[in-house]
Structures are given as structure tokens and as C-alpha cells.
């Protein structure tokens, strides 16, 4: 466990643009030992059962064990998404077009699967007494292991070939201004540069035909009050450089702040100066030739980060997490997705950051009115590592599960435009500012994924307490009467 997380995320603590951070290292030490501690979990829990209730029940409980690991590893403080077995296919789309019905859960229980019929295979083979299996059983069981790799993937290939866009056509533009997130992104005597930037490349490619122009996380990195949002510089800014489309949306991250008159939240702190209570954010807003500026707050936040875990247990790391580029105490949420709609009734879902490898939590803007996915991000962080390439990858998974045309806007990292199929139709280069323009389709039919959801991760958490009882009562039993079977 501990060489596979090494090996796949071993720069989340790398270092970055030549500078040598502790902390950075730090929390990448961190990362890289706690989950391979936690995946031991579940193959602990799969030893004990297979010693209770022997290796046929023993098998079932080690897909069961790790699907609950995997459903539970997406929903707590501590959330580490990115090793969960079924995003091992993100480059390899073609052959999973069936996340349309499980989602990456049944990858995970495909890998799982193939994995313990080709283990036991080689033990078969292996054994002294080989010849005397028998030529039949071996047949079997090399049937068994071919049947299972083979019917999954001939599935999904026949599905990636006969599928086709739908939706009505959208005309979309992508900006990747490359700004440095480490020494200009939040530096206060670029902000009006960093604005011009972005007007420069949206002109590049924008025109009257255009439906959204999407801008990546932070674009507008000054923080603006949301109480007050029509007046602030920057907004006006961007109403004046709307005018000329009429029919364009603008999708653009921004730092916002809600300003209270008490604490109304969890995680609203105090401005000694202000003498007022505020709550911050990380916000996806949308701009268009209405007076109407809906947005949304950013809600799977980066553990230690953006949200301090548990804040009862882990209270004394907060001055590390700020030393790692993040804040005191914790950036405020919201408890629903929310849709920019458009006067046409478009639906956009506006993901931010990582969200986009949560893939039931994706369902949810298409549950509520999202045809279109927009994945707006800042992925310069951990520097030209295998990580910005990682986030693009497994998007194409939430693509296919939503069947939803998907566009990521990064501030840089890898912008790109991704069809229903999962197929990465255009993208940019890393390091290089750009502005990439490209037709979507707004797609309304929902798939069985988006309507049940992760339902394979509820069954395995049932079948797991199950396991998990019956292991119990035969231990129980034999303690009490050694000759029970």
C-alpha cells in the first residue's frame, strides 16, 4: 500500500518552481503514509473473515471490505479520493462506458475480481500436483478469468462505439491565463494585470455566437463581499466587458467573503479591524446580461487546506495549515449543488477544484438541471508533476458516468473540452496561457448512475456487516463449542 501511493501521488509533497517547502513536504509525507495505514483496513478485516468463514466467503468480503473502504474514503473529513481502484481506468474510458450504470465502484469490483479468479489461477498452476488437476478444471478456470476481463470490456466497447452526442449544440470558450500561483496569483499589485489577461485571451476566441466563456478557480483571486457584489471594481469590470455579447455567460471562480452582523456560521471568524463576523469562500459565479449573479461556494474542500478536519482533534495543526498556503480555521460551504441556469434554461454545473473526482457528488448537479459540466480549477500547485495530469484524467469518468459534455478551465495545469464518451476532444499545453474554443452539447437524458447514484457502495457496506456479523457469531460458536462447524 504504501509503495502504490508513493508511486501514483508522490507529488502531492514534490517540490514546486524550485523552492523547498517543509511544509509542503510535510503534508505529502503525511498523505502518502496515513492512507496507505487506512487501505490496510480492509485487508485486515478481509484476513479475519477468510480465517472464520473460509476462502469462498473470504473472497466475497475482500470486495465488499474495500468498496465500503472506498464509499466511506469519499465522504469523511480525512477524503483522499484519488486512489479509489475504478479511477484506474480514467485514461482508458473506451472500456468502461458502463460507468453509466455503476460508476467507478464497478470498476473497483471488476479489478478486484479479475485480480483474485488470476491469483487463484497461478496458485492452480503452481502447486506440484498441477497435472493431476486436470486438464478440464484448468480449462475452467482459464475460462472463468477470460469471461470476466473479456464480457466487461467487449460491453463497453460495443457501447462506446454505437453512442452519440446529444443534446443541443452549445458554443463554449476555455481561458488558461498561466498565471503563477505561488508568486503572482495573489500578489495585490497584479490583480488589475491579472483582470487585463484574462479580457485579452477571452477576446481571442469570444464572438456573438458565443454561449459561455469559462474562467478557472480564483480568476478574480481579490476578495469581494457578496453582500455588496453588483458594486465591487472587478464585477463592474466584467459587466462592461459582457456588453458587447449579449447572449454570453460568463463561469468564473472568485475569493468571495459574507459579512455578518453576529456569527451565524460554524466557520465564521471575526474582523478585529471591521468589527464584523465574515464567513470565506472559494466561488464559482455567473455573469450574464441580467442583473441576476447566482453563485456557489465550493463544497468538497482540500482536507488541512481549506478545512481543518474534525477541528476538535486536530485544532493544534491549524498553524501548519497555514503555513501550507491555507487559513485559519475553515472556508465555508454549502449543503446543496448549485446550477447557473440560463435565460434558455441551460444548466451548468459549475465544479471547483477536485470535486470533479467525487463522482456521485457530480450526479447531483445533473439531478438538479445541470446539462452542461464545467470544471474550473487551479492546478499549478504541485508544480509539472503527474498531478494536473491525474485531475484531467479521471473528469473524463465523471463524463461518462452523466453522459455530459464536460470543459475544464485551469488556471493552468491542462484546460480541455471532453465529450459524453469520455474522449478529450481539445487541449492545451502545460505552462503556456491560452484560449481554446469548442462546441458542446447540452444534454438532458439522465443515466441510471445519476438517478441511483452509488448504490454498489451501499450494497457493499450491507454485505459487509453481514460478513462481518456471521464471522463474529462462528468465532463465537466455535470458542464456545470447539467442534461447531
Known sequence: MLCWNLLTTWWVGATVFGTKDISTAFAGIFANTANPLLMCIPLLAFHHTKKRLGAAWGYVSLVAYWITFEFIHLRWDLTWPWLTLGNGFAQFPQFVQWYAYTGVFG????????????YKLMRKMMQRNAAMQGYALLKRNYLAVLAVLLIPAIISLLLYFTYR????????????????PYTEKFDPGTLEQQLQTMFQLSAEKTNQQTDYLV?????????????NLEADK???LLRQFLIPYPKLKLVAGINAYMKYEESETSTARYSEGGHFWYDAFNTAIQMDSTDHIPFYHKSKLVPGVEQMPYPELFKFLEPLSIQMGGISGSLGKQDEREVFKSPDSTGAAPMICYESVYGEYVTEYVQRGAHLLFVITNDGWWGNTAGYKQHLQYARLRAV????????????????????????MQATAWWQPAAIKATMHANTELTFYVRYGDYLGRAAILLSIFLSLYAFVRRFSKQKNPEFE
Open 107 to 118: 470498476g473497483t469490483a471488476w479489478i478486484l475480481a479479475a485480480n483474485i479468479l488470476i
Open 401 to 424: 458516468e452523466t453522459r455530459r459534455d464536460l470543459a475544464q478551465s485551469a488556471n493552468t495545469g491542462i484546460s480541455a473540452f471532453i465529450n459524453q464518451r469520455g474522449d478529450i
Open 215 to 227: 474562467w478557472p478557480e480564483t480568476a478574480i483571486p481579490k476578495g469581494i463581499f457578496i453582500n
Open 165 to 180: 452526442e446529444k443534446g443541443t449544440e452549445k458554443q463554449v470558450v476555455l481561458v488558461q491565463p498561466n498565471i503563477n
Open 234 to 236: 472587478s464585477i463592474v
